[in-house]
């Protein structure tokens, strides 16, 4: 509860939850800010009131166009700076409440940017219900899954450069395409543009080139998590992914949330994973609990349509590999990590049909239209298309949420 600011108790962003990110606002740049109810408060303003000279960083990181520099303090600094803003807004007269309007803006009267300057970004393939659907669609329905699916957390490097924050729209993308196996290629806008639904970790603690860092340190050197939709041309990425994997398909556009949610928010909501069969090699064993229970939709408006209609019901917690196994298996080679690097999950699948998380599986390929409300059907995103990912953890009083990331898809151009 924040006493003496106004917060809904069936607000995202309650003084549990106090996700970090990145806003500018009139008279304010770009800087760091932390979400409450419907306020942010401005950590460089209330930094100037003196609360975090004692806490031992250098507060002049908060005044920076990107978390990258806090991040990268490690978890003591954000933990730290997370407690003190509990503090503040615990308490039902604090004498700083008579000088909120320095610190405090109404979301509503600000822009949200990019919380983290991605200088890296992996994509992991961590789904094993996706990964299986996929191996049933393309491969052989019997052995779906490749012989090292489950001994190792599969990835691919992306493109950072055109990830963007939602609310950012962009046109269909074009390549090359072969939708006749016995026909030569030919070039044109992907009729087949997918979203899709993923999780995705920011890394606060950096790590040296050629440290290596095990399962049970490395959620230390990840500062929080945001939702991100990995838009993918599914006829480009079929015509060019052999040998060498996504390219062309997947670094046209993907989108991240504006908030980054903590590890420490997330707390309440930590479960057990799948047990693992056959067992991991031992760099990737894991003790505790590393996966998380949080629930995931993806709707979808169509162009003229008044509110969007749900699509898909998934869940967090359906990763086969954790963020931990991700992390540790990522730098067992000695590859390093940077704050800001992003580390996305996959495409989060649940074991039923209405839990798919992308319009490949929803549609079986396109074999399954699905109808929407306004008459037409779908079996991939259409021009004019709005789609969104939201997420919202609840356990008792405790609600944490993401927000959302959403984008429209513009005409190709």
């Not at 069936?10 to 939850?17: A, I, M, P, V």
């Amino acid at each position: 509860m924040a006493f003496w600011l106004p917060v809904q108790t069936d607000s995202e962003y309650s003084t549990h939850n106090l996700p970090f990110g990145i806003f500018s606002a009139k008279g304010r740049t770009k800087r760091a800010g932390v979400a409450l109810g419907d306020f942010i408060i401005d950590l460089k303003a209330l930094a100037k009131r003196g609360v975090f000279d004692d806490l031992g960083f250098n507060v002049r990181v908060l005044g920076r166009p990107t978390l990258n520099d806090f991040a990268a303090l490690g978890k003591t600094a954000r933990i730290a700076v997370r407690h003190r803003l509990q503090e503040i807004f615990a308490v039902q007269r604090h004498h700083l409440a008579a000088h909120r309007e320095e610190f405090l803006v109404p979301v509503a009267a600000a822009q949200l940017h990019l919380p983290v300057y991605i200088g890296d970004y992996t994509d992991f393939y961590s789904s094993e219900d996706h990964a299986t659907n996929v191996g049933k669609m393309f491969r052989d329905p019997a052995n779906a899954l490749l012989p090292n699916w489950k001994h190792l957390p599969v990835g691919y490097h992306g493109r950072a450069s055109s990830i963007m924050v939602s609310g950012t729209n962009f046109h269909r993308p074009k390549g090359q395409t072969r939708p006749d196996d016995a026909a030569p290629p030919v070039f044109g806008p992907t009729q087949r543009l997918d979203f899709e639904l993923e999780v995705a970790a920011i890394v606060g603690q950096p790590t040296r080139l050629g440290q290596t860092v095990g399962t049970e340190a490395a959620e230390d050197h990840i500062f929080g998590f945001v939702l991100l939709n990995d838009w993918s041309a599914r006829d480009i990425q079929k015509w060019e992914y052999v040998p060498l994997g996504p390219f062309l398909a997947k670094n046209f556009f993907s989108s991240i949330s504006p908030w980054v949610v903590t590890p420490e928010a997330l707390e309440p909501f930590r479960m057990a994973g799948p047990k693992q069969i056959p067992e991991v090699l031992p760099y990737l064993t894991c003790t505790g609990y590393h996966h998380f229970d949080l629930p995931l939709e993806v709707s979808l408006k169509p162009a003229g349509m008044n509110s969007p209609v749900v699509i898909s019901q998934s869940n967090f917690k359906y990763l086969y590999w954790s963020v931990a196994q991700q992390l540790a298996h990522h730098t067992v080679n000695g590859c390093n990590l940077n704050a800001g690097d992003l580390l996305a999950s996959g495409t989060i699948s649940g074991p039923m049909p209405d839990s798919f998380g992308s319009m490949l599986e929803l549609t079986w390929g396109g074999q399954n239209p699905m109808a929407m409300p306004d008459g037409t059907t779908r079996k991939f995103i259409q021009d004019g298309d709005m789609v969104r990912i939201s997420a919202v953890a609840v356990k008792n009083d405790i609600r944490v949420g993401f927000g959302s990331v959403e984008n429209t898809v513009l005409p190709a151009t």
